[in-house]
């Protein structure tokens, strides 16, 4: 299983290539998220920031980034250019983001990649994962990345093969235009492929091949009022 399965990096991440190869799995690319931070060039001042916004240590804001009045930033963290970040997000160490992406209300982005035009625009969790180009988070969508035992994360992937990462925090890798639908949850490890769906409150393993819809189906119960 490649990284090229699930996405590609966009020219916007060209500076950081030579940690990001295609070729290799997908959560290879976690473990490279700090070098190719510690081996950027922190030069260019960081543009005008309101007042509200604290950013602290090593970041790189395009020009073009839109600052909302309250955020917390904390380095490193490399953001591209016309990148939303929206009232209460937290950045908070190792993270980069590509260009036109949402980094939403009350969102908390930690040890992530976020490739081009990916949107997390209300209430989510998105740790020590990857998000591919035009991948979509609906509000309250949460990238569990500790397993309950604490053990590192094993991967189950097509054709039986079994796979310790070695990583005890893992979140979620999502291939390019994959979506999540409002309050679902992702289980450590989980592996959607490009265009791949998770519906609304669900609770999702394992590896969903590309354009695979996942789903819990389960009509309510309903009972008259005693009052």
């Known amino acids: 299983m490649k990284a090229s399965e699930f996405f590609a990096l966009p020219a916007s991440l060209a500076r950081f290539a030579a940690f990001f190869p295609a070729d290799v799995p997908p959560w290879e690319w976690l473990k490279r998220l700090g070098p190719a931070l510690a081996a950027h060039k922190f030069e260019q001042p960081l543009p005008p920031v309101p007042a509200g916004v604290h950013v602290e240590g090593l970041v790189y804001l395009d020009p073009t980034v839109k600052l909302p009045h309250a955020a917390t930033i904390i380095g490193p963290a490399w953001i591209g250019a016309h ?3 929206r009232p209460g997000a937290y950045l908070r160490g190792n993270v980069i983001v590509g260009e036109n992406c949402v980094l939403g209300h009350a969102s908390e982005f930690k040890h992530c990649l976020l490739l081009n035009r990916v949107q997390a625009p209300h209430f989510n969790y998105v740790g020590d994962s990857i998000l591919g180009n ?12 500790v397993r309950l035992d604490q053990k590192s994360v094993t991967l189950h992937l097509p054709g039986g093969a079994m796979v310790d990462t070695g990583l005890k925090k ?55 009022r005693r009052d």
């Open 83 to 85: 990148t939303e970040i």
């Open 134 to 145: 035009g991948a979509h988070l609906g509000a309250g969508v949460i990238c569990s990345n």
């Open 170 to 224: 893992f979140g979620a890798i999502l291939g390019d235009r994959a979506e999540v639908g409002c309050n679902a949850v992702l289980q450590p490890g989980a592996l959607l492929g490009p265009r791949a769906l998770v519906m609304p409150l669900t609770a999702f393993a394992g590896f969903l091949p590309p354009a695979t819809i996942a789903h819990h189906r389960q009509p309510p119960s309903t009972l008259p």
